[in-house]
């Protein structure tokens, strides 16, 4: 189960709790990592600052990024891991609060699979998170590299 | 734009200027010229009549004086004595007593001759035959024969007669005419005739003298032969004319010469015997039967005035051309101030606004061109202030754009925290809360659900406020069609008629337009759900001559005296137990129809239902506005 690791990118810690809450209410018993803004998910994934030395080759199954973050914003992460031979074909799930139609495209352009607006009941973030699971852990069949 | 050909303003001037001064050099040379003319023309008929005048006085002068002589001659002593005694001698010539008589008598006449130039003088018996004539070298031919012309005798027997103009060779102007006077013996018994051939040559000096006529003028005199004028003096340029040249009457040429003989008196502008235009005067002499014409050739008459015509000419024609290029410098000088001003405003509509015409004559182009800069001036002040305005309405665009994109993301996560960790304490800690523990928490999470709505409502009009409108021809029963598909699936249960009128449709921004349908027929659904049956109905109306479209319902319906509140954000009729919603639905169609230059309102009554009207594209936005 090690390499079906979920790799949670969010700033907002009640989020991270909330999310991690909701996907265990919805039965997924993945490893999430949780890197707290963009620069983190990026180091992460590339093995880099406080993950050096972290063996790249595993690799999460699927990211949940959110889009407004400090220091590196989602879009720009999403940039990043879509330029980067290794990761490129990575699941990438915007996961946000904004509903604007600009990051919506945008996200899109930038190569997102998928795009979920956290909604405010958390009845229903809790069911988007177990549709999202099942989907894209179980359902969703990606290459082997 | 329809082509219009182009005429510039110096062609303009030349043209009227040109039509102007000749039409005016034209008429002025025309009335100068004819009154000059007519001015010349009395002058020169004045001054033939004065000729002919003379020359009638000088002729009848000189006849009355050879009447004298041949009254004399038959008066005198020795004549009255010897003629009836010639008269029976004159059968033989050769008798002494006759030649002796004859010698007599010649010393006598030859005072005639010699001294006052007849050319014979002639005595003739009671019955017209020559008895005597001087000089004796006619003796042999003339003694004896009936005097010639008749009319000599015939006429001179009875008072002194001139005969009409004879060829005679022996006259210096081989013309002579016959005077002849009746001659009575001492007892005053007639006699015979006597008769003096008078040379024609000191009548015809008269008529040389040309004095006051010109290169071509000339006197003439004729008598009426029949129906003709009959020519008895030498011409100018015509000096075998006499006796031989004729004018007719039923011609128009030698007017003159028809007239006088006519024995008419006048004066004018006529045509001569050649035909040539002539002004002329005409006289009669009674005494001799003759006509008296003198005359002068038009053109020679006009010389002058024609040669002042021809200077007139000139002048104007120079004139004309120093006008011209007077008014194509004019012109210039004045359309090239009125192209730089064309220039300039070329200039400034291309977007140059600091662009100045600069022109700076102190007349209207001049303040015009002074206008015109200053007009730039303060349309580039304007147009940097509306720039300067715009940019700054930009930028609180933006600002705007990124707090709705906060507001929609940091305001709605703690929402969500409030909501989600509700949720974990009715979830996890449950038995150690009370109902009314459990209750708040119910509370908070549906509190802080309606907060998200609201914010998310919010945001929905504040897009529909900036975002840009794409106008194209929107179907609005399809789309009112679709919606209530949609509003079926919502309420399976339910049993609504949905009434949509067909092929309503307008020019406009399709996804804004769905936005106020969705409001309208949501509304509509909404507040009939308390109905069994219900009938929702989408159409078109008239309202004054204008398309107004409806969304009817037989629902809740609304105390028309609030009416006004129905479009303010956050505005509510209806308590939140009764019907869900954020009361910005409304808003948020006013905000896309007055975007669309139209005017929504609503007729409603509690329990009987609301109806919805909305324009689209009126002229009158303002008023709604105001209203």
Redesign the interface.
């Known amino acids: 189960m090690k390499d079906k690791s979920i790799l949670l990118v969010e700033d ?1 810690p ?2 991270v709790k ?1 999310t991690i ?1 909701a996907f265990k209410k919805a039965n997924i018993l993945n490893e999430i990592v949780v890197a707290a803004d963009g620069a983190e998910a990026l180091d992460y994934l590339f093995g880099s600052g406080k993950f050096a030395g972290r063996d790249t080759s595993v690799k999460p199954q699927l990211v949940l990024l959110d ?2 973050m400090p220091k590196i914003g989602g879009l720009e992460v999403l940039r990043r891991i879509r330029a980067d031979a290794r990761t490129k074909l990575l699941p990438v799930v915007i996961l ?5 139609e600009k990051d919506l495209v945008e996200s899109y352009n930038m190569g997102a699979n998928s795009y979920v607006r ?6 229903q ?1 809790t069911d988007a998170a177990q549709k999202l699971g099942l989907y894209w852990l179980l359902l969703n069949k990606v290459p082997r590299y | 734009m329809p082509k219009q050909r182009h005429v510039s303003i110096r062609k303009k001037l030349i043209t009227t200027f040109l039509t102007f001064a000749t039409i005016s050099v034209v008429l002025l040379g025309a009335l100068f010229f004819t009154s000059a003319r007519k001015e010349l023309q009395s002058v020169h008929i004045a001054q033939l009549e004065n000729i002919a005048d003379l020359k009638k006085d000088r002729i009848e002068l000189y006849f009355r004086e050879r009447q004298g002589d041949i009254v004399t001659a038959a008066n005198a002593y020795d004549i009255k004595r010897t003629l009836p005694l010639l008269g029976r001698l004159a059968a033989d010539p050769s008798d002494p007593v006759f030649r002796e008589t004859y010698r007599k008598l010649d010393i006598h006449t030859k005072q005639y001759r010699d001294v006052y130039g007849y050319l014979s003088i002639i005595l003739t018996d009671t019955r017209g035959r020559i008895v005597y004539v001087s000089p004796e070298s006619q003796m042999k031919e003339r003694l004896g024969k009936h005097i010639y012309p008749e009319n000599a005798f015939a006429e001179g027997k009875k008072d002194v007669y001139f005969s009409d103009i004879l060829r005679n060779s022996a006259a210096e102007s081989g013309f002579e005419i016959m005077a002849s006077a009746p001659v009575r013996d001492a007892r005053g018994a007639f006699a015979g005739v006597i008769a003096f051939e008078m040379d024609m040559t000191p009548v015809y000096k008269l008529f040389q003298d040309t004095t006051g006529l010109g290169r071509t003028g000339e006197e003439l005199i004729v008598r009426r032969e029949g129906s003709a004028a009959l020519f008895l003096s030498p011409l100018r340029y015509d000096p075998d004319a006499v006796l031989k040249k004729k004018a007719l009457f039923d011609e128009t040429r030698a007017f003159p010469a028809q007239m006088a003989v006519q024995g008419r008196r006048g004066a004018g502008l006529v045509y001569d015997y050649n035909g040539v235009e002539v002004l002329a005067a005409w006289r009669y002499v009674p005494s001799l039967r003759w006509g008296l014409v003198a005359k002068i050739n038009a053109a020679e008459a006009f010389q002058s005035v024609v040669a002042l015509r021809n200077m007139v000419i000139a002048i104007a024609a120079g004139i004309i051309v120093l006008g011209v290029l007077a008014a194509m410098l004019f012109a210039r000088s004045f359309s090239a101030p009125i192209m730089a001003l064309q220039k300039g405003a070329e200039m400034i509509s291309s977007g140059n606004l600091d662009y100045r015409v600069g022109i700076t004559s102190n007349d209207e182009i001049g303040r015009l061109a002074a206008a015109f800069d200053n007009m730039a001036s303060s349309l580039g002040r304007t147009t940097g202030e509306l720039r300067r305005k715009a940019t700054a309405l930009e930028t609180s665009n933006m600002e705007l754009e990124a707090f ?2 906060s507001v ?3 305001l ?6 409030i ?6 304490l009715l979830e996890d800690y449950a038995e150690k809360l009370d109902n009314e523990g459990r209750d708040a928490l119910e509370r908070i ?1 549906a509190a ?2 309606r ?2 709505l609201l914010i ?1 409502d919010l ?1 929905k009009l504040s897009r529909v406020s900036r975002a840009e409108l794409k106008r194209e021809r929107v179907n609005l029963s399809k789309i009112a069609g679709r919606i209530a598909e949609d509003l079926r699936k919502t309420g399976p249960g339910r049993c609504v008629e949905f009434v949509i009128a067909d092929g309503i449709t307008h020019e406009g921004d399709e996804r804004l337009l769905s936005v106020v349908l969705q409001n309208l027929l949501g509304n509509a659904w909404k507040f009939t759900e308390k109905h069994e049956n219900a009938r929702i109905e989408f159409g078109m109306a008239d309202c004054h001559g204008a398309a107004a479209y409806f969304v009817r319902d037989d629902g809740a319906g609304f105390d028309p005296s609030y009416s006004d509140k129905l479009f303010m954000p956050f505005q509510r009729l209806h308590a939140m137990y009764e019907f869900s919603g954020t009361g910005i639905g409304l808003a948020t169609v006013q905000r896309i129809i007055s975007r669309h230059g139209g005017r929504v309102w609503a007729e409603g009554e509690v329990g009987k239902g609301a109806c919805f009207y909305f324009t689209l594209d009126e002229r009158d936005i303002d008023e709604e506005r105001h209203s």
């Open positions: 907002n009640d989020d909330l809450r889009l407004n946000t609060t904004s509903g604007e956290k909604p405010v009941d958390f009845e973030f | 709705s994109y929609s993301h940091d709605r996560a703690p929402l969500r925290g909501d989600g960790f509700s949720l974990v999470r802080s659900q907060m998200g998310d945001l």
